[in-house]
């Protein structure tokens, strides 16, 4: 059983950067797909990046060259570097961890799908004031 423990959230100006960090507990995290979500009350939760096994990585457009998502095998530790922040970011910002093969077909193409993660943090909250 995997755990997951977000940190690094905060209260920012826009244009301002943060860097999210999630550090996992148990074993294999170097085989599973890792990915950030961000959820603000109301809506559903969004994909945001994603990293696999061998370092490629997806973005959501909305973040493209502002955001850039990491991870180091050895300190079991995921990533997610936010620059350029701008309100419309406020979110809680959530580590996720999945294993199937959806997951990597639907991060080819873009595309995340909360459903299919197995493991999840309790979230850090991001707030961006204009």
């Not at 797909?33 to 939760?45: I, L, N, S």
């Not at 300190?75 to 350029?84: F, I, M, P, R």
């Not at 910002?93 to 199937?100: K, L, S, V």
Request: contains cysteine; neutral net charge; glycine residues 14%.
């Amino acid at each position: 059983q995997m755990q997951l423990v977000e940190s690094g959230g905060g209260s920012v100006q826009a244009g301002g950067s943060l860097r999210l960090s999630c550090a996992a507990s148990g074993s294999d995290f170097d085989r599973y797909y890792m990915a950030w979500f961000r959820q603000v009350p109301g809506k559903d939760r969004e994909g945001v990046a994603g990293i696999d096994w061998d370092g490629s990585t997806t973005y959501a457009d909305s973040v493209k060259g502002r955001f850039t998502i990491s991870k180091d095998n050895g300190k079991t530790t995921l990533y997610l570097q936010l620059n350029s922040l701008q309100p419309e970011d406020t979110a809680m910002y959530y580590c996720a961890a999945g294993a199937c093969g959806g997951i990597r077909a639907k991060a080819a193409a873009g595309t995340f799908t909360a459903a299919e993660y197995k493991h999840w943090g309790q979230g850090t909250q991001v707030t961006v004031s204009s």
